[in-house]
């Protein structure tokens, strides 16, 4: 046991859509700080168990803890109150709003303003600072002024990423952020990642398809197949186990 | 690239010169004693028409701008009148204390319903909302002895503004009442369009746009929305409240689901997305059930081919199409 709390512990967490068994005792320990990728095959669960994380629906069985504290009971936006932010496999955004309109919901919303009648020039400053801010991270600062939903679709992905960020999470939970990119689009949002993670000291967990971008950035692998967790390592340790190379990576992606 | 401050009230195709709109819309609006007449129009008809425009922009901001199908508007509506016309015939004859009086009862009615509505959606947000506006309509039916049953609420008036110093008299049905009508309307949707551009406004965008998000920003979209349902009963019974000033008289039919159908239809024509298009919707709206009933009394028939092909046409309503127009 090391002495320090986890950023985030799931223990022995399962989940079932009737006789279906998506999440089967799943536990996994993620430290401040780290960056971990959730591989596995289509199916496997991945998806599932950032639901259960992130409240979307409560686990059929087990524990979240976030920094020590079971969260089992709180619904999905206090959990984002309490500093978890995440994007979805499938873009969610506002798409008929601007890149910036988007951007200062997440800012406004992030920073407790969300019911208030107005701002005064404090507040809207703060509040422009902090969109100025994510769009730049997400490199959409000449775009600002852009329907969301019309934007190609990696830079939706990161204005996704941008409004997650916007909330200043301390766990940010990332699922397929590189899903239908072209290689360019895959590169930047490869970047992104790597500053949030070297230099902003993320704490991310991230669900990725693409090997390239999995073993570039991750500390720590954990591997799930059919809802269990096959196995767990550094990129060296998971590339060199034979169950995942039978399970997964042997096969042809 | 073009570099324009966005405003949450902005819809989509965002109008160049928003400041144009306006001006072009309230030249009009208080023009209308001048040029209606001309037309063969008379000013109480006018009065009608921003009535029903304000009760729709309060609807609206449900349907077009939180993305809720509110169908049972009516209710508020009705309440709103209700409460105007009783407060006026049974405590005093007060103008302002029986507005004050009628938004109370609609917004308090629709702050308690709202609170049982807040996790339905779609078609169960909206089934819901049109049993509660039949429940209203049948104990204004039935409860004879104080609502005047089938019959309507009468025996009340409005009574002139009195501010101390000066009377102002608008009992008449001509200019002044319409001014009184304008001026209100005007604080009333200057109020909608200070909270659209807040940042509980733009919560409400985002809950239109994509509840899921919204609830993963962290917000608590139950509340939120119950919160906007709130607004806009207490708008919508502001409105019922001036239709009981108009008329001197508070009709069954005010908060009947057939009257819920006319806002939805008011807003839908005129344009969900856009903050004017339900005054654009009142205006046609108006002209066909003051025009055609007089010819036929199948009017109703007309309105809802009008209400289809405007549809079919115009997917965004007459104000969609004029801003795009407009705008390009
Ligand atoms: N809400 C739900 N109701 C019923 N079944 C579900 C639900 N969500 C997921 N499942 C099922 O659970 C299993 C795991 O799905 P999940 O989406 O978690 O997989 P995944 O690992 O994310 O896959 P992919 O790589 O394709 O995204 C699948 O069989 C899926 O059909
Ligand atoms: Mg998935």
Redesign the interface.
């Known amino acids: 046991m090391s002495t320090t709390t986890p950023k985030l512990e799931v223990t022995n967490a399962s989940k079932h859509f009737g006789s279906l068994v998506a999440v089967s005792g799943v536990s996994m320990r993620v430290e401040s700080g780290e960056l971990r990728a959730i591989i596995g095959p289509n199916g496997a669960g991945k998806t599932t168990f950032f639901n259960l994380i992130?409240g979307f629906f409560p686990p059929t069985s087990g524990d979240i803890l976030l920094d020590g504290q079971n969260i089992n009971k709180v619904p999905?936006?206090?959990r984002?109150?309490m500093g978890m932010?995440?994007t979805?496999q499938i873009t969610?955004?506002?798409?008929?709003?601007?890149v910036?309109?988007n951007a200062?919901?997440?800012v406004?919303?992030?920073l407790g303003?969300?019911?208030?009648?107005?701002?005064n020039a404090t507040d809207k400053k703060r509040v422009a600072d902090a969109c100025d801010e994510v769009m730049t991270l997400a490199n959409l600062t000449?775009k600002a002024?852009r329907?969301v939903g019309e934007l190609s679709h990696g830079d939706q992905r990161s204005a996704?990423i941008a409004?997650a960020l916007a909330?200043k999470p301390s766990l940010l939970l990332l699922d397929e952020p590189t899903a239908g990119m072209g290689d360019e689009e895959t590169y930047q949002v490869t970047g992104l990642i790597r500053r949030l993670h070297r230099d902003s000291k993320y704490t991310i967990v991230l669900i990725e398809h693409d090997m390239r971008v999995v073993f570039h950035l991750a500390d720590r692998i954990s591997v799930l197949a059919e809802g269990k967790l096959l196995a767990e390592g550094t990129p060296q340790e998971i590339g060199a186990n034979e169950h995942v190379q039978n399970a997964y990576l042997g096969k042809a992606e | 690239?073009?570099?324009?401050t966005?405003s949450?009230a902005a819809p989509?195709s965002a109008p160049v010169r928003p400041w144009l709109q306006l001006a072009i819309i309230w030249a009009l609006l208080l023009t209308v004693p001048l040029w209606l007449p001309l037309l063969g129009g008379y000013t109480a008809i006018a009065a009608r028409v921003i009535i029903f425009a304000l009760a729709a922009m309060s609807l609206n901001l449900l349907l077009g701008f939180t993305g809720v199908l509110s169908f049972g508007h009516a209710a508020y509506f009705g309440l709103g009148a209700y409460g105007a016309g009783l407060f006026l015939k049974y405590v005093t004859a007060s103008t302002p204390l029986a507005m004050v009086a009628g938004t109370l009862l609609a917004g308090i009615s629709g702050t308690l319903f709202g609170r049982l509505l807040v996790r339905r959606r779609g078609v169960y947000f909206a089934m819901v909302t049109i049993a509660f506006g039949q429940v209203c309509y049948y104990i204004a039916y039935k409860w004879n002895d104080f609502t005047g049953g089938y019959d309507g609420l009468r025996g009340f008036a409005r009574a002139p503004l009195d501010f101390g110093l000066f009377k102002i008299d608008i009992t008449g049905s001509g200019t002044l009442f319409y001014y009184f009508v304008i001026a209100v309307f005007g604080l009333a949707v200057g109020l909608q369009a200070?909270?659209l551009r807040?940042?509980?406004g733009?919560?409400m965008?985002?809950i239109r746009?994509?509840e899921?998000?919204?609830?993963?920003?962290?917000?608590?979209?139950e509340r939120?929305i119950w919160?906007a349902f709130s607004i806009s009963c207490f708008f919508t019974g502001f409105a019922g409240s001036l239709y009981a000033l108009l008329n001197n008289f508070a009709d069954p039919s005010t908060l009947n689901y057939v009257m819920s159908g006319n806002l939805v239809m008011i807003t839908v024509m005129g344009g969900m997305r856009t903050f004017w298009g339900p005054l654009l919707g009142a205006v046609l709206f108006v002209m066909l059930q003051d025009y055609v009933s007089s010819m036929t009394t199948n009017w109703m028939f007309f309105v809802g081919i009008t209400f289809v092909l405007v549809v079919l046409v115009f997917p965004r309503g007459l104000m969609g199409v004029l801003q795009k127009r407009l705008g390009a």
């Open positions: 992130t999905a936006a206090g984002v109150k932010g995440r979805f969610e955004i506002f798409p008929e709003l601007s910036r309109e200062r919901i997440a406004e919303t992030g303003y969300s019911l208030r009648p107005w701002l000449v002024d329907l996704e409004m909330l | 690239m073009s570099v324009t966005p949450a989509p200070l909270i807040s940042p509980f733009r919560t965008l985002a746009e994509n899921r998000r919204a609830r993963f920003l962290g917000l608590p979209v939120h919160l």
